[in-house]
């Protein structure tokens, strides 16, 4: 149980959703007085919290007011790119820590902005067809395809769509625009390679690279984002990031201005070159900080916490502690991936608890939830996602294996939603 440090002490947090869940478990058991204002009544994070409003996350004078009326000591944003934005303000209009800035929002939290940053700083993006709405012929005369569509500013996939064809583009694009605000949207060559994360960590100015890794997708939904099967830590192309890229990053983040939060870039890997594709100045869905955690020995959500009720992370040597190549421990993320249909029965998920290997399990979705559609292609159809830490590659493997052919997840009429899992020797080379 973690030192009850803050007892009293009230939190406002924007989203309620189920990766938000730890971040709250976390802050209860420092003693602090969570508020968690989300829109969606009974999301997850909202049932453990202190307190749950239904104040939207995106209505920045609603979160004022609540801020206000409940005499809040600091807000922080939970698990979702959108939120960064009000965060940013409502600390601004509250006088309260805040670890973003209004410039750092600008290019984080839109896709087109984010891209054109990083190629200031020779951080290439995946290539890009011009494309606006107004669809000129000659404009998709010049497109190759396959290409993906995506909006500005979404997260988890959402409105993500691989097209084939021009008759597939138009389409697309009008589905993209359906799930953007500002509505924009960017049209880039599909790409079939190597994905990789980089997990950044910063204090006081100080930057560390937490982790590297490699990113494994389905490829059962044709046509669809490729949603996340699981990821392996640390990269098989980790020297090659840090030879090429690392310094590019440091020198972006230092000028921007950042100092203090948790930053991921998401890259493809192809003939030697890294293309960055998405990024978030945030805590990630797939919570590598819970592996981070296990491995380095800090948390980042009691770093975080703590910056919004004080202004400081901590008293910590984030260099010291911090070792992207995890001190020679091997680590893994396995998500486990439903089809549309109603959660009948799920079996075998429970025995992480008697793992030593297991460090940490969120599971999103219980029996009797619905898996709907339109949710296919996005992070709404992930079930959980399990956090593995080993000594060897070879005892990684094996567990990989056994959660794989153990956990089973039936619908309503006893078939199947689970997707297959990803190719785990090819992964860890073994």
Known sequence: MTEKIFNGRKLLILG??????????????????????????????????????????????????????????????????????????????????????????????????FKSTC????????????????????????????????PVDSASGQGIIRCNNAEELKKAVLYALSFSKKKRFIVERYMECDDMGMYYTFKDGVCSASCIYDRYA???QPGLARVCLGGIYPSKHIGE????????????????????GVLMLSAFFENGEFYVYDTGFRLQ???????????????????????ALTGSEGDFDLMKLDDPYLRGKQAATLWF????????????LSEWQNDPAAVALIQRKTEGDEIFAEWIGTEKQVLARLYLVCDTKEELA????????????????????LLHGFDVEKALGC
């Open 119 to 150: 190629e200031q700083y020779g951080i290439h993006g995946v290539p890009e067809y011009y494309l606006d709405k107004e669809m000129r012929e000659e404009d998709i005369a010049k497109i190759r395809f396959p290409v993906m569509v995506k």
């Open 285 to 307: 869905g797939e919570a590598p900080h819970l592996l981070m955690k296990s491995i380095h020995g800090f948390d980042q959500r009691e770093m975080l916490l703590r910056f």
């Open 398 to 417: 094996e567990r990989l294996h056994h959660y794989m052919d153990t956990v089973k997840v039936t619908d309503i009429e006893g078939r199947s939603m």
């Open 241 to 260: 990031y840090f030879n090429r890229m690392h310094e590019n990053a440091l020198r972006m983040f230092k000028e921007i201005g950042i100092r203090n």
């Open 16 to 113: 309620g959703n189920a990766e938000t869940v730890p971040l709250v478990q976390m802050a209860n058991d420092m003693g602090i007085k969570t508020i968690v204002a989300s829109s969606v009544p009974n999301e997850p994070a909202k049932q453990i919290a202190w307190k749950g409003s239904d104040v939207d996350g995106m209505d920045v004078p609603g979160l004022i007011a609540l801020a206000r009326e409940e005499h809040v000591d600091g807000v922080l944003v939970g698990v979702a790119d959108m939120l960064v934005p009000s965060y940013c303000k409502v600390c601004d209009a509250l006088g309260l820590p805040c670890y973003a800035t209004q410039r750092i929002v600008d290019v984080f939290a839109f896709k087109d902005i």
């Open 337 to 348: 991936l439903l089809k549309k249909g109603i959660i009948g029965k799920i079996e075998g």
């Open 218 to 220: 389905s490829i059962e």
